[in-house]
């Protein structure tokens, strides 16, 4: 994800891989382009998921949401970070293997007593920052590990 985020001019803010699909928050530098970045991606993550495992890893397309100046950043990285709490598949986020990107940590920071609110914030140029959400095979999809989608 990294190499192909580096390589189309993107910066991964953050990121949660799920049992059926991913969620993820990138910034463009100009001239950057989304969905030369996702046809990246894919399909350097999929070439490397049939070796591995013989199969399919991604549905055609993606869904995506562009972050607009009143939107704040920092509470759409802990939105997507939070989704395995969400789903019901941990208690916290700090929990799940599955997420990073340069606004995962702000996105999980905070301590118990404040329910978890961010010790600081995160500011900058929002043009350019989409949300994703990118489908993983299907309903019925199993990952590699046994584990259920």
């Not at 949401?65 to 395995?84: F, Q, T």
């Amino acid at each position: 994800m990294y190499s192909a985020a580096a390589g189309e001019g993107m910066a991964i803010l953050a990121f949660v891989f799920m049992p059926d699909h991913l969620h993820l928050l990138v910034q463009g530098r100009e001239g950057a382009s989304l969905p030369r970045f996702m046809k990246r991606f894919k399909q350097l993550t999929a070439f490397w998921f049939k070796q591995q495992f013989g199969e399919s890893l991604w549905q055609k397309g993606y869904y995506d949401h562009v972050l607009r100046g009143d939107e704040d950043l920092v509470k759409g990285a802990r939105y997507i970070i939070e989704n395995p709490v969400r789903a019901g598949l941990v208690r916290d986020s700090r929990h799940w293997e599955h997420l990073g990107g340069d606004l995962a940590m702000l996105a999980t920071a905070g301590d118990e007593e404040s329910g978890g609110d961010l010790k600081v914030a995160a500011t900058g140029d929002l043009e350019g920052v989409t949300a994703e959400s990118t489908q993983r095979r299907g309903p019925d999809a199993t990952w590699p590990n046994g584990r259920d989608a």
